[in-house]
Structures are given as C-alpha cells and as structure tokens.
C-alpha cells in the first residue's frame, strides 16, 4: 500500500516544502493539483526535484464547473 499527501493539505507553503516534508515524514506520493500556470518545463523539474526524494508525482487539473461534462 503506497501513502500520499496532497499538496494543497500544506497550503500556502510551496511545493518545494511540500515534497521536502512528505519525503521526511515518509509519504510515497505527493498530489499536485495544477492550479495556475504550468508548462511542460516546470512540470518536468517538478518531477525531478519529487524523484530526487523517492517520490512520485500525481497531477490533477482543475476546471471550471461550467467546462464539466457533467
């Protein structure tokens, strides 16, 4: 069984904290919700800074309610 923390459970600290603190306390996974801006570049150093610290990564866009099929 793998353990995560999402992202936004550390809000306002910054994603470089939030990785930081997940791999000392253990965690397999940190969720990042993609609120903002991304590109493909910070994403990519994202996933290598998660590595680095024997994470993974698991993204989630979020979106309008208007723009869901539902």
Known sequence: MKF???SMS???LP???VLRLAS???FDFVEVFLLGKWTK???SRL?????MLSL???FHE???TDRSEK
Do not use: C, D, M, T
Not at 47 to 51: D, K, L, N, V
């Open 41 to 43: 570049e910070r994403v």
């Open 56 to 58: 993974e990564l698991h």
């Open 47 to 51: 996933i290598g800074s998660a590595a």
């Open 10 to 12: 550390l809000f306002p």
């Open 24 to 26: 000392k306390a253990g």
């Open 62 to 64: 979020v979106w309008p």
């Open 15 to 17: 994603l470089g904290s």
């Open 4 to 6: 995560g923390l999402a």
